[in-house]
Protein backbone atom coordinates (compact mmCIF):
# COMPACT_ATOMS: atom_id res chain seq x y z
CA UNK A 1 0.00 0.00 0.00
CA UNK A 2 1.20 3.34 -0.64
CA UNK A 3 1.82 5.78 1.85
CA UNK A 4 -0.02 9.13 3.06
CA UNK A 5 2.34 11.41 1.82
CA UNK A 6 2.91 9.04 -1.81
CA UNK A 7 -0.72 9.80 -2.32
CA UNK A 8 -0.74 12.86 -1.74
CA UNK A 9 2.16 13.93 -4.09
CA UNK A 10 0.63 11.69 -6.63
CA UNK A 11 -3.01 12.93 -6.41
CA UNK A 12 -3.26 14.22 -9.97
CA UNK A 13 -1.46 13.38 -13.22
CA UNK A 14 0.98 16.27 -14.25
CA UNK A 15 3.78 16.67 -16.67
CA UNK A 16 7.01 17.21 -15.10
CA UNK A 17 10.48 18.69 -16.61
CA UNK A 18 12.87 15.34 -15.25
CA UNK A 19 15.34 13.62 -16.50
CA UNK A 20 15.84 10.06 -16.86
CA UNK A 21 17.27 9.46 -13.53
CA UNK A 22 14.68 11.46 -11.71
CA UNK A 23 11.72 9.50 -13.69
CA UNK A 24 12.95 6.07 -12.27
CA UNK A 25 13.07 7.87 -8.97
CA UNK A 26 9.64 8.61 -9.34
CA UNK A 27 8.73 5.42 -10.42
CA UNK A 28 10.16 4.13 -7.46
CA UNK A 29 7.86 6.37 -5.50
CA UNK A 30 4.69 5.46 -7.41
CA UNK A 31 5.36 1.58 -6.75
CA UNK A 32 5.96 1.89 -3.06
CA UNK A 33 9.20 0.38 -2.83
CA UNK A 34 10.42 -0.81 0.40
CA UNK A 35 14.28 -1.01 0.36
CA UNK A 36 16.21 1.16 -1.82
CA UNK A 37 20.44 1.13 -1.87
CA UNK A 38 22.72 3.43 -2.79
CA UNK A 39 26.10 3.73 -3.89
CA UNK A 40 27.61 6.74 -5.59
CA UNK A 41 28.95 6.35 -9.36
CA UNK A 42 28.16 8.39 -12.10
CA UNK A 43 25.77 8.54 -14.31
CA UNK A 44 23.22 6.23 -12.13
CA UNK A 45 24.20 8.39 -9.05
CA UNK A 46 21.26 10.89 -9.85
CA UNK A 47 18.81 8.43 -8.99
CA UNK A 48 20.17 8.02 -5.59
CA UNK A 49 20.11 11.61 -5.55
CA UNK A 50 16.50 12.27 -6.59
CA UNK A 51 14.85 9.57 -4.19
CA UNK A 52 16.82 11.01 -1.29
CA UNK A 53 15.25 14.39 -1.73
CA UNK A 54 11.87 12.83 -2.42
CA UNK A 55 12.79 10.71 0.82
CA UNK A 56 13.66 14.11 2.89
CA UNK A 57 11.04 16.03 1.82
CA UNK A 58 8.43 13.67 3.09
CA UNK A 59 7.11 12.86 -0.25
CA UNK A 60 8.42 8.56 0.05
CA UNK A 61 8.78 6.82 2.52
CA UNK A 62 11.16 3.78 2.06
CA UNK A 63 14.47 2.36 4.14
CA UNK A 64 17.24 4.35 2.13
CA UNK A 65 20.56 2.69 2.85
CA UNK A 66 23.58 4.21 1.25
CA UNK A 67 25.77 0.94 1.44
CA UNK A 68 29.66 1.05 1.44
CA UNK A 69 30.31 -0.40 -1.93
CA UNK A 70 28.35 -1.78 -4.96
CA UNK A 71 28.75 -5.14 -3.60
CA UNK A 72 26.80 -4.57 -0.81
CA UNK A 73 24.13 -2.75 -2.52
CA UNK A 74 23.01 -5.84 -4.19
CA UNK A 75 23.47 -7.73 -1.15
CA UNK A 76 21.42 -6.10 0.78
CA UNK A 77 18.50 -5.65 -2.07
CA UNK A 78 19.01 -9.37 -2.58
CA UNK A 79 18.21 -10.84 0.86
CA UNK A 80 15.55 -7.56 0.84
CA UNK A 81 13.68 -9.17 -1.86
CA UNK A 82 14.07 -12.93 -0.35
CA UNK A 83 12.30 -11.60 2.22
CA UNK A 84 9.62 -10.22 0.67
CA UNK A 85 10.33 -6.65 0.05
CA UNK A 86 10.02 -4.47 -3.13
CA UNK A 87 13.25 -3.79 -4.01
CA UNK A 88 15.47 -1.24 -6.08
CA UNK A 89 19.35 -0.39 -6.60
CA UNK A 90 21.36 0.21 -9.59
CA UNK A 91 25.24 1.11 -10.10
CA UNK A 92 27.30 1.91 -13.67
CA UNK A 93 30.19 0.34 -15.79
CA UNK A 94 32.93 -1.07 -13.05
CA UNK A 95 30.36 -0.09 -10.52
CA UNK A 96 28.08 -3.06 -11.77
CA UNK A 97 30.87 -5.31 -12.40
CA UNK A 98 32.22 -5.31 -8.74
CA UNK A 99 28.84 -6.38 -7.97
CA UNK A 100 28.78 -9.29 -10.30
CA UNK A 101 28.97 -11.45 -7.45
CA UNK A 102 25.65 -10.73 -6.22
CA UNK A 103 23.92 -10.08 -9.21
CA UNK A 104 25.08 -13.39 -10.31
CA UNK A 105 23.20 -15.13 -7.57
CA UNK A 106 20.26 -12.60 -7.79
CA UNK A 107 19.23 -14.75 -10.58
CA UNK A 108 20.14 -17.68 -9.73
CA UNK A 109 17.75 -17.17 -6.57
CA UNK A 110 15.00 -16.51 -8.69
CA UNK A 111 14.90 -13.11 -7.32
CA UNK A 112 12.92 -10.33 -8.49
CA UNK A 113 15.09 -6.99 -8.04
CA UNK A 114 15.07 -4.34 -10.15
CA UNK A 115 18.01 -2.51 -11.34
CA UNK A 116 19.03 0.69 -13.09
CA UNK A 117 21.96 0.45 -15.51
CA UNK A 118 23.47 4.05 -16.13
CA UNK A 119 24.73 2.82 -18.82
CA UNK A 120 29.08 4.45 -18.98
CA UNK A 121 32.15 3.57 -20.45
CA UNK A 122 34.03 0.41 -18.83
CA UNK A 123 37.67 1.33 -17.38
CA UNK A 124 40.17 1.69 -18.24
CA UNK A 125 40.65 3.91 -19.92
CA UNK A 126 37.55 4.83 -18.51
CA UNK A 127 34.41 7.56 -19.84
CA UNK A 128 31.71 8.63 -18.06
CA UNK A 129 29.83 8.70 -21.58
CA UNK A 130 27.70 5.96 -22.73
CA UNK A 131 28.72 2.10 -23.82
CA UNK A 132 26.70 -0.90 -23.40
CA UNK A 133 28.97 -3.47 -22.54
CA UNK A 134 28.12 -3.12 -18.75
CA UNK A 135 24.38 -4.35 -19.05
CA UNK A 136 25.01 -6.44 -21.59
CA UNK A 137 27.17 -8.55 -19.18
CA UNK A 138 24.45 -10.03 -17.59
CA UNK A 139 22.18 -11.42 -20.62
CA UNK A 140 23.18 -15.14 -20.25
CA UNK A 141 22.63 -14.82 -16.12
CA UNK A 142 18.78 -14.94 -16.14
CA UNK A 143 18.55 -11.19 -15.47
CA UNK A 144 15.30 -9.55 -17.89
CA UNK A 145 16.67 -6.89 -20.09
CA UNK A 146 15.37 -3.68 -21.21
CA UNK A 147 17.02 -0.74 -23.29
CA UNK A 148 15.01 2.79 -22.76
CA UNK A 149 14.92 5.84 -25.19
CA UNK A 150 12.96 8.70 -23.13
CA UNK A 151 12.78 9.74 -19.69
CA UNK A 152 8.88 8.60 -19.96
CA UNK A 153 9.98 5.15 -21.38
CA UNK A 154 12.30 5.12 -18.16
CA UNK A 155 9.40 5.56 -15.79
CA UNK A 156 6.99 3.48 -17.36
CA UNK A 157 9.14 0.51 -17.74
CA UNK A 158 10.64 0.86 -13.98
CA UNK A 159 6.54 0.19 -13.19
CA UNK A 160 6.40 -2.55 -16.03
CA UNK A 161 9.80 -4.11 -14.49
CA UNK A 162 8.16 -5.12 -10.97
CA UNK A 163 5.12 -5.93 -12.52
CA UNK A 164 6.95 -8.61 -14.87
CA UNK A 165 9.71 -9.52 -12.00
CA UNK A 166 7.74 -10.09 -9.11
CA UNK A 167 4.84 -12.45 -11.11
CA UNK A 168 5.29 -15.66 -9.28
CA UNK A 169 5.54 -17.64 -12.41
CA UNK A 170 8.21 -15.27 -13.25
CA UNK A 171 10.20 -14.43 -10.74
CA UNK A 172 12.96 -13.02 -12.37
CA UNK A 173 15.18 -10.20 -11.76
CA UNK A 174 14.88 -6.90 -14.36
CA UNK A 175 17.71 -4.33 -15.38
CA UNK A 176 16.60 -1.11 -16.84
CA UNK A 177 19.46 0.11 -18.80
CA UNK A 178 19.50 4.25 -19.00
CA UNK A 179 22.33 5.47 -21.47
CA UNK A 180 24.18 7.77 -19.42
CA UNK A 181 24.20 11.42 -19.87
CA UNK A 182 22.03 11.51 -23.01
CA UNK A 183 18.83 9.53 -20.90
CA UNK A 184 20.43 10.00 -17.22
CA UNK A 185 20.62 13.41 -17.29
CA UNK A 186 18.61 15.01 -19.72
CA UNK A 187 15.27 16.47 -19.18
CA UNK A 188 12.15 16.15 -20.61
CA UNK A 189 8.72 16.24 -20.46
CA UNK A 190 7.40 13.37 -18.77
CA UNK A 191 3.56 12.72 -17.89
CA UNK A 192 3.81 11.67 -13.99
CA UNK A 193 0.66 9.11 -13.31
CA UNK A 194 -1.64 9.24 -10.41
CA UNK A 195 -0.92 6.79 -7.78
CA UNK A 196 -4.55 5.19 -7.92
CA UNK A 197 -3.26 4.38 -11.70
CA UNK A 198 0.05 2.65 -10.32
CA UNK A 199 -2.17 0.86 -7.63
CA UNK A 200 -4.79 -1.33 -10.32
CA UNK A 201 -1.44 -1.72 -12.63
CA UNK A 202 0.88 -2.88 -10.24
CA UNK A 203 -0.17 -5.79 -7.37
CA UNK A 204 1.61 -5.98 -3.86
CA UNK A 205 4.71 -8.23 -4.09
CA UNK A 206 3.96 -11.66 -2.68
CA UNK A 207 6.47 -14.39 -2.75
CA UNK A 208 4.00 -17.15 -1.17
CA UNK A 209 5.61 -20.35 -0.02
CA UNK A 210 9.12 -19.26 -1.21
CA UNK A 211 9.17 -16.45 0.99
CA UNK A 212 12.25 -16.51 3.44
CA UNK A 213 10.57 -16.24 7.13
CA UNK A 214 10.77 -17.86 10.37
CA UNK A 215 7.37 -19.52 10.11
CA UNK A 216 8.73 -20.66 7.02
CA UNK A 217 12.11 -22.60 7.20
CA UNK A 218 13.49 -23.03 3.64
CA UNK A 219 16.40 -23.29 2.15
CA UNK A 220 18.06 -20.64 0.22
CA UNK A 221 21.20 -20.53 -1.76
CA UNK A 222 21.54 -24.28 -1.57
CA UNK A 223 24.86 -25.94 -2.58
CA UNK A 224 23.56 -28.99 -5.05
CA UNK A 225 26.91 -29.77 -6.97
CA UNK A 226 25.87 -31.87 -9.88
CA UNK A 227 23.20 -33.19 -8.27
CA UNK A 228 20.08 -30.97 -9.03
CA UNK A 229 22.26 -28.23 -10.53
CA UNK A 230 20.41 -28.73 -13.61
CA UNK A 231 17.28 -29.32 -12.73
CA UNK A 232 17.32 -25.57 -11.43
CA UNK A 233 18.97 -23.88 -14.34
CA UNK A 234 16.14 -25.87 -16.48
CA UNK A 235 13.66 -23.87 -14.15
CA UNK A 236 14.96 -20.50 -14.84
CA UNK A 237 15.06 -20.76 -18.75
CA UNK A 238 11.37 -21.93 -18.41
CA UNK A 239 10.71 -18.45 -16.31
CA UNK A 240 12.50 -16.95 -18.86
CA UNK A 241 10.09 -18.48 -21.53
CA UNK A 242 7.07 -17.92 -19.54
CA UNK A 243 8.20 -13.85 -18.91
CA UNK A 244 7.51 -13.44 -22.69
CA UNK A 245 3.43 -14.23 -21.63
CA UNK A 246 4.04 -11.99 -18.67
CA UNK A 247 5.26 -9.44 -20.44
CA UNK A 248 2.76 -9.15 -23.14
CA UNK A 249 -0.28 -9.52 -21.17
CA UNK A 250 1.34 -6.85 -18.27
CA UNK A 251 2.33 -4.28 -21.35
CA UNK A 252 -1.60 -4.47 -22.68
CA UNK A 253 -2.77 -4.18 -19.47
CA UNK A 254 -0.38 -0.73 -19.07
CA UNK A 255 -1.81 0.31 -21.89
CA UNK A 256 -5.35 0.35 -21.05
CA UNK A 257 -4.41 1.89 -17.59
CA UNK A 258 -2.33 4.90 -18.75
CA UNK A 259 -3.09 5.21 -22.10
CA UNK A 260 0.33 5.09 -23.78
CA UNK A 261 2.69 2.57 -25.35
CA UNK A 262 3.87 1.02 -28.88
CA UNK A 263 2.10 -1.85 -30.06
CA UNK A 264 5.05 -3.95 -28.97
CA UNK A 265 6.76 -4.21 -25.60
CA UNK A 266 9.77 -5.79 -27.19
CA UNK A 267 10.41 -3.62 -30.81
CA UNK A 268 9.98 0.01 -31.83
CA UNK A 269 9.06 0.29 -35.67
CA UNK A 270 9.62 3.92 -37.45
CA UNK A 271 9.00 3.82 -41.21
CA UNK A 272 9.45 -0.06 -41.87
CA UNK A 273 7.08 -0.31 -44.31
CA UNK A 274 8.39 -1.05 -47.94
CA UNK A 275 11.55 -0.37 -46.31
CA UNK A 276 14.80 -1.90 -48.68
CA UNK A 277 17.17 -1.01 -45.90
CA UNK A 278 16.14 -1.16 -42.36
CA UNK A 279 18.57 0.34 -39.61
CA UNK A 280 18.52 -1.74 -35.79
CA UNK A 281 19.87 -0.41 -32.67
CA UNK A 282 19.10 0.16 -28.79
CA UNK A 283 18.62 3.42 -26.14
CA UNK A 284 18.97 6.99 -27.34
CA UNK A 285 20.33 6.25 -30.59
CA UNK A 286 16.79 6.50 -31.74
CA UNK A 287 17.15 10.11 -31.77
CA UNK A 288 19.75 11.00 -34.66
CA UNK A 289 18.24 7.82 -36.36
CA UNK A 290 14.65 8.71 -36.62
CA UNK A 291 15.89 12.11 -38.14
CA UNK A 292 17.91 10.69 -40.63
CA UNK A 293 15.32 7.94 -41.71
CA UNK A 294 12.87 10.82 -42.37
CA UNK A 295 15.41 12.87 -44.40
CA UNK A 296 15.94 9.51 -46.26
CA UNK A 297 12.01 8.98 -46.44
CA UNK A 298 11.68 13.02 -47.71
CA UNK A 299 14.43 12.35 -50.80
CA UNK A 300 12.31 8.88 -51.87
CA UNK A 301 14.50 6.40 -50.43
CA UNK A 302 13.10 3.36 -48.71
CA UNK A 303 14.83 2.97 -45.20
CA UNK A 304 13.14 2.22 -41.65
CA UNK A 305 14.15 1.69 -37.96
CA UNK A 306 13.55 -0.75 -35.40
CA UNK A 307 14.85 0.01 -31.70
CA UNK A 308 15.17 -2.93 -29.65
CA UNK A 309 13.70 -2.53 -26.54
CA UNK A 310 13.81 -5.35 -24.53
CA UNK A 311 17.53 -7.73 -24.99
CA UNK A 312 16.54 -10.38 -22.56
CA UNK A 313 14.05 -12.03 -23.33
CA UNK A 314 15.34 -11.46 -27.24
CA UNK A 315 12.40 -10.43 -29.47
CA UNK A 316 13.22 -13.07 -31.75
CA UNK A 317 9.94 -13.92 -34.20
CA UNK A 318 9.16 -10.47 -34.34
CA UNK A 319 12.61 -9.44 -35.29
CA UNK A 320 12.40 -12.10 -37.88
CA UNK A 321 8.76 -11.20 -38.94
CA UNK A 322 10.15 -7.61 -39.91
CA UNK A 323 13.84 -7.71 -41.13
CA UNK A 324 13.44 -10.90 -43.46
CA UNK A 325 10.97 -8.13 -45.55
CA UNK A 326 14.08 -5.86 -46.41
CA UNK A 327 16.76 -6.53 -48.66
CA UNK A 328 19.34 -5.59 -45.86
CA UNK A 329 19.58 -4.88 -42.14
CA UNK A 330 22.09 -2.34 -40.45
CA UNK A 331 23.21 -3.08 -37.14
CA UNK A 332 24.48 -0.48 -35.15
CA UNK A 333 26.25 -1.20 -32.07
CA UNK A 334 26.75 0.59 -28.96
CA UNK A 335 29.49 -2.39 -27.26
CA UNK A 336 31.96 -4.48 -29.10
CA UNK A 337 32.22 -7.79 -28.46
CA UNK A 338 36.64 -8.57 -29.41
CA UNK A 339 37.43 -11.78 -31.52
CA UNK A 340 33.89 -12.34 -32.29
CA UNK A 341 32.38 -13.57 -35.16
CA UNK A 342 33.25 -10.76 -38.10
CA UNK A 343 34.56 -8.97 -34.87
CA UNK A 344 31.30 -7.90 -34.74
CA UNK A 345 29.33 -6.44 -31.68
CA UNK A 346 27.07 -8.48 -29.18
CA UNK A 347 23.29 -7.26 -31.08
CA UNK A 348 25.15 -7.55 -34.10
CA UNK A 349 25.82 -11.67 -33.44
CA UNK A 350 22.81 -11.83 -31.71
CA UNK A 351 20.43 -10.58 -34.47
CA UNK A 352 22.58 -12.40 -36.85
CA UNK A 353 21.93 -15.74 -35.17
CA UNK A 354 17.89 -15.10 -34.79
CA UNK A 355 17.98 -14.61 -38.62
CA UNK A 356 20.20 -17.78 -39.36
CA UNK A 357 17.19 -20.20 -39.89
CA UNK A 358 14.76 -18.26 -42.02
CA UNK A 359 15.26 -18.98 -45.54
CA UNK A 360 15.16 -15.34 -46.89
CA UNK A 361 17.48 -13.64 -45.19
CA UNK A 362 19.00 -10.21 -45.72
CA UNK A 363 22.66 -8.87 -46.35
CA UNK A 364 23.88 -7.61 -42.65
CA UNK A 365 26.47 -5.34 -41.73
CA UNK A 366 27.66 -3.80 -38.69
CA UNK A 367 28.34 -0.54 -37.46
CA UNK A 368 30.06 -0.17 -34.11
CA UNK A 369 29.57 3.53 -32.89
CA UNK A 370 29.21 5.96 -30.00
CA UNK A 371 31.72 4.46 -27.81
CA UNK A 372 32.49 5.97 -24.65
CA UNK A 373 29.27 8.52 -25.29
CA UNK A 374 30.68 9.95 -28.22
CA UNK A 375 28.05 11.18 -30.36
CA UNK A 376 26.19 9.26 -33.42
CA UNK A 377 25.45 11.98 -35.61
CA UNK A 378 23.15 12.10 -38.52
CA UNK A 379 25.88 11.98 -40.78
CA UNK A 380 27.39 8.99 -39.62
CA UNK A 381 24.21 7.68 -40.02
CA UNK A 382 23.97 8.63 -43.72
CA UNK A 383 27.97 6.55 -44.10
CA UNK A 384 25.84 3.97 -43.12
CA UNK A 385 23.38 3.58 -44.92
CA UNK A 386 25.86 4.31 -48.18
CA UNK A 387 28.02 1.46 -47.41
CA UNK A 388 25.11 -1.21 -46.60
CA UNK A 389 23.53 0.39 -49.89
CA UNK A 390 26.57 -0.74 -52.32
CA UNK A 391 26.73 -3.91 -50.49
CA UNK A 392 22.60 -4.11 -52.23
CA UNK A 393 23.98 -3.11 -55.47
CA UNK A 394 27.28 -4.97 -55.86
CA UNK A 395 25.98 -7.80 -54.26
CA UNK A 396 29.44 -7.98 -52.08
CA UNK A 397 29.89 -7.33 -48.60
CA UNK A 398 33.31 -6.11 -48.36
CA UNK A 399 33.52 -5.84 -44.76
CA UNK A 400 30.95 -7.00 -42.44
CA UNK A 401 31.88 -4.84 -38.90
CA UNK A 402 32.81 -1.22 -39.64
CA UNK A 403 33.48 1.06 -36.47
CA UNK A 404 32.28 4.29 -37.87
CA UNK A 405 33.77 8.02 -36.49
CA UNK A 406 37.01 6.77 -35.77
CA UNK A 407 40.07 9.34 -35.97
CA UNK A 408 43.04 8.27 -38.20
CA UNK A 409 45.69 7.44 -36.68
Request: aromatic share 10%; hydrophobic share 45%; with cysteine.
Amino acid sequence: MTTTATNELFQTEKEELISGSEAIALACALADVDVITAYPIRPYDTVMQYVSKLKADGSFDCDFIVAESEHSQFEIVKHASSVGARTFTGSSGVGWFYAFEAITVTAGLRLPVVAMVGNRALDDPGAFGVEHNDALAVRDLGWMLYWVATAQEALDIALLAWRVAEDPTVFLPFAVSCDGSFLTHSQAIVNVPTSEQVNKFLPPYDRGKLQLHPDNPITIAPQVNEDWLMEMRRQSDEAMHRSVGVIKKAYEEFKEIFGRGDPSPFVEEYMTEDADIIIVGMGTLALPVRVAVRRFQEAGRKIGFVRVKFFRPFPTEELQEILTKCKAVCVVDRDYSYGAPSYGGVLFTELRSALYPMEKRPLMLNFIAGLGGREVHVNDVNDMVDIVQKAIETGIIEQEATWIGVRDN
